[in-house]
């Protein structure tokens, strides 16, 4: 199983991106997934999780500014930032719980990151 994210670059402050991120392999389901962001110096922290059947959540300090979404027929979760902050400069992580073909128990994959950068 493969999760590829992609869509992370640099942005000025108040800008927007939309990062995706792609599961791939033998899976037989998805359940749960969810974005997580790394700043330099600092903890992992939960960006915003999303179930399959739609149920968001989010870190209180990305809520109204950030979306988190899901294509089920792709295998993929999205993320909308909008109302960039520098602040939210951080490697972007995503993950989910995975079921395969091979083991009908989820597992949690995570995805190589991608850089998001916030600066004029």
């Known amino acids: 199983v493969q999760l590829q994210a992609s869509g992370g670059g640099l942005v000025q402050p108040g800008g927007s991106l939309r990062l995706s991120c792609a599961a791939s392999?033998?899976?037989?389901?998805?359940?749960?997934m969810g974005w997580y962001r790394q700043a330099p110096g600092k903890q992992r922290e939960l960006v915003a999780t999303?179930?399959?059947?739609?149920?968001?959540n989010y870190a209180d300090s990305v809520k109204g500014r950030f979306t988190i979404s899901r294509d089920n027929t792709k295998n993929t979760v999205y993320l909308q930032m909008n109302s960039l902050k520098p602040e939210d400069t951080a490697v972007y992580y995503c993950?989910?719980?995975?079921?395969?073909?091979?083991?009908?128990?989820?597992?949690?994959?995570w995805g190589q990151g991608t850089l998001v950068t916030v600066s004029s």
């Open positions: 993950n989910a719980d995975i079921v395969l073909y091979s083991n009908p128990y989820s597992q949690r994959f």
């Open positions: 392999g033998s899976i037989s389901g998805i359940n749960a």
């Open positions: 999303i179930s399959r059947g739609g149920r968001t």
